[in-house]
Nanobody, 117 residues
Framework: QVQLVESGGDLVQPGGSLRLSCAAS????????MGWYRQAPGKQRELVAL???????NYADFVKGRFTISGDNAKNTVYLQMNSLKPEDTAVYYC???????????WGQGTQVTVSS
């Protein structure tokens, strides 16, 4: 079992920045990849960014150049630095952990990001 706790969501003006954090606990040694997804009202959940245990990253096209995913192994925490935020970035952001043995997916409870003036 893996537990994920997100934090850092807030109300921010367009052009502003936020940093989301996701703290993992439990069977973290089994995690191969962690990532951030988001879900806006009335829309499907979509991938934002991924980072593997080795540090390889992958981003959705709509956040390239604006968002950065990073990990701190000592703190078992993954971050999402979000810059140049736009109103269309408004969504609930979810942290995900994937364990290849059994193809297990774990999700956090989500953190609300609202971009509005």
């Amino acid at each position: 079992q893996v537990q994920l706790v997100e934090s850092g969501g807030d109300l921010v003006q367009p052009g502003g920045s936020l940093r989301l954090s996701c703290a993992a606990s439990g069977s973290i040694f089994s995690i191969y990849r962690m990532g951030w997804y988001r879900q806006a009202p009335g829309k499907q959940r979509e991938l934002v960014a991924l980072i593997t245990k080795s540090g390889t990253t992958n981003y959705a096209d709509f956040v390239k150049g604006r968002f950065t995913i990073s990990g701190d192994n000592a703190k078992n925490t993954v971050y999402l630095q979000m810059n140049s935020l736009k109103p269309e970035d408004t969504a609930v952001y979810y942290c995900n952990a994937w364990i290849p043995n059994g193809g297990l997916n774990y999700w956090g409870q989500g953190t609300q990001v609202t971009v509005s003036s």
